[in-house]
């Protein structure tokens, strides 16, 4: 059933001004609700005439200004017309929002207040992917609109991306996956009726897991760095730890004396990308790399527990690092959390377990660490042959 709705100018003689004036508002219904909202406008009472709910027209400004009152009353109509054959939703809010001058929202005005509103609903990072997309969507085109965003601008703007900006797939693949979700966010709220995205498909590449072996990782541990370096000394040693317990570089950064538990020795935190709670025994290599830099600060359960580097700088450090360790792979921090992964399962641990340990949700997550090697594969057959061989 469709909401009937009218407007009318009223003259408020209840809010007469010192000039003598009364303000005129509009008196807007849409189905059983009502209210009045301010024109902006004032008028003397002897120059209302309140069957017509209009101005007299006694002179020029009564003119003009009766001009004013029906191109705003005529606009109104023509504007809660479109919303209703658009078969968008006809409320009172959205009624005044065009008296408000607040009916013309644009893409990118749409996109700045979803920042706003994602402010304690998504993380900072999320948010500046988003400030990010915007400001590239600006400089590809700066008039943009709701009704440009068709199949073929979205062609363009991939294209845009891969030739003017050289972004890689993956590159790509997050700026089309931000502009979908605002798209999304559009249509729910109905500034749009459907996303060009459903012919066109985003894909990211699979990127290959780098890790280090057990020997590898044996191996950078092992490794004397000069003591003047220190920066390259403190990187090792996050790394490291991060290999120990496949903690993700944000954890390992938020990491408190409190979240170092004993008896067991073992690390309880709540996850900074899930705000899931995590529990990791804690190794006795982890143990040193916590001993060392417990001997240079106050073991306040408040206070880090291990150093404060950026983690650009970790992963510019770790190009030298695993230079001169001899490992010749390309590492960033988060191949720590995939060595941590990767090595359990090498040594057989349930992957129920490896699952726990990394703070996976699903086990799917985990299960890209459990590709089993072509030896295993010959090993399990020889052994299911030699049964078969031996069966009584």
Known sequence: MKLSYSIKPVLRLDKKKIGGTCPIYFSVRVGPCTTRISSGKSVLPEDWDMKANNVKKT????????????????????????????GKPITLSIALDYLK?????????????????????????????????????????????????TYNCIQKFDLYLRK?????????????????????????????????????????????RMFLSIEEVNLLADLKIPE??????????????????GL??????????GNIKSNPDRIEIEIVKTSKPLLIPLMDKAKEILSKYSKLTIKADTLKALPQLANQVVNR??????VMAGIKKSISF???????????????????????????????????????????????????????????
């Open 59 to 86: 002179d020029k400004f009564n003119q003009a200004l009766s001009v004013y009152l029906n191109s705003k009353t005529s606009g109104w109509e023509m504007f809660m017309l479109k919303q209703q054959s658009l």
């Open 101 to 149: 001058g607040n009916a013309e929202v644009t893409l990118f005005g749409f996109w700045e207040e979803q920042l706003k509103l994602w402010e304690f609903e998504k993380k900072p990072s999320t948010r500046k992917s988003y400030k990010s997309t915007l400001s590239i969507l600006k400089q590809f085109n700066k008039i943009l609109n709701f009704g440009d965003l």
């Open 164 to 208: 003017e900006r050289n972004n890689s797939t993956n590159g790509c693949f997050v700026k089309h996956k931000c502009l979908k979700h605002i798209i999304k966010e559009a249509i729910s709220k109905g500034f749009m009726d459907r996303s060009p995205y459903e012919n066109f498909k985003i894909r990211s590449t699979k990127g290959t």
């Open 228 to 245: 003047h370096e220190t920066f390259l000394q403190k990187s090792k040693d996050i790394f490291l730890f991060s290999c120990y317990t």
């Open 248 to 257: 993700r570089y944000s954890d390992i950064y938020n990491l408190k004396w």
């Open 317 to 322: 450090n770790l190009k030298d690092i695993m």
């Open 334 to 392: 988060h191949c720590g959390r995939h060595s941590f992964a990767s090595n359990l399962v090498e040594m057989d641990i349930p992957i129920v377990y490896v699952k726990d340990l990394l703070g996976h949700q699903k086990i799917e997550q985990t299960m890209i660490y459990a590709k089993s090697l072509t030896g295993n594969l010959v090993e399990s057959i020889k052994s299911l042959n030699d049964k078969y061989n031996h069966a009584v």
